[in-house]
């Protein structure tokens, strides 16, 4: 993993980490979807599980900003499945690891993204009623997203397929997120710290991030705030279309390289 002496030397490396973190704060401030770039990003420089583990710290510190900032607007139903739901899918993905490929996770994120966009515009023209929260579907998306959550930092997909459907009021839609994955990050620690431990470099560097992912976090929130509710969830589903494309055409390409 890179240490704060690397960072000085490599200037590419540190920049790539300074987006990263606004990246990851950007999505914890509401804008589902944004912080799923961060690996990529970083992937172009080192180990894309290193890249996770590296990144995992700036996860939780920015998500203790995004949890404040959304203390109040969430939705209680939701969280109570999605929570225990996503922390078993971060244990199953634990136990798991040496099996399952990440290629073919990813694969089936991309794959499940872009059906279910599609199926949402082909619909947009009908006035479907919002769904209501649901304990099985919310266990099963819940605990998808949670596996797929640890294996790439990729929760987003299935635990979009699950929320979109129920139109919630679009700040209630981004803190009952950010709420979620701040717990679903938690249960990572320990895992991730067996794959790779985490040294006092390593956390050192993520402290120095910290200030560039609070500030996305804010800036991710007012960003929120002004666009309206109907375009909102439409950039949602835009940006999780054109990551789910991306998704499935490096797993299509790793799988054949």
């Given amino acids: 993993m890179p240490t704060f002496e690397v960072l000085q030397t490599q200037p590419v490396l540190a920049g790539m980490l300074v987006l990263a973190a606004f990246l990851v704060g950007l999505s914890k401030g ?36 995004g949890v404040y900032l959304y203390r109040r607007e969430y939705s209680l139903e939701n969280i109570k499945v999605l929570i225990p739901a996503g922390v078993l899918g971060v244990i199953i993905g634990w136990a798991t690891a040496s099996v399952v490929s990440d290629q073919m996770v990813t694969l089936l994120i991309g794959v499940m993204g872009v059906v279910f966009c599609l199926y949402t515009w082909s619909k947009r023209k009908q006035d479907i009623p919002p769904t209501r929260p649901a304990i099985k579907k919310g266990l099963f998306w819940g605990t998808f997203s949670g596996f797929t959550s640890f294996v ?106």
């Fill in 152 to 257: 790439a930092h990729a929760g987003g997909p299935p635990f979009q397929v699950y929320i979109l459907p129920q139109k919630l009021p679009k700040m209630v839609f981004a803190g009952t997120t950010t709420i979620v994955f701040a717990v679903v990050n938690l249960a990572k620690v320990i895992p991730y710290s067996n794959l790779h431990p985490y040294t006092a470099e390593t956390l050192k560097v993520s402290v120095i991030l910290l200030p560039i992912a609070a500030l996305g976090t804010v800036i991710g929130k007012n960003l929120i705030q002004r666009l309206p509710e109907q375009w909102f969830y439409l950039a949602v589903q835009i940006a999780l279309f054109c990551l789910s494309i991306k998704l499935t055409m490096d797993a299509l390409l790793g799988s054949f390289s």
């Fill in 30 to 65: 509401g804008l589902p979807m944004v912080a799923m770039l961060s690996v990529p990003i970083l992937s172009m420089r080192m180990s894309p599980m290193v890249a996770a583990v590296l990144l995992l710290p700036i996860y939780i510190l920015s998500d203790i900003v």
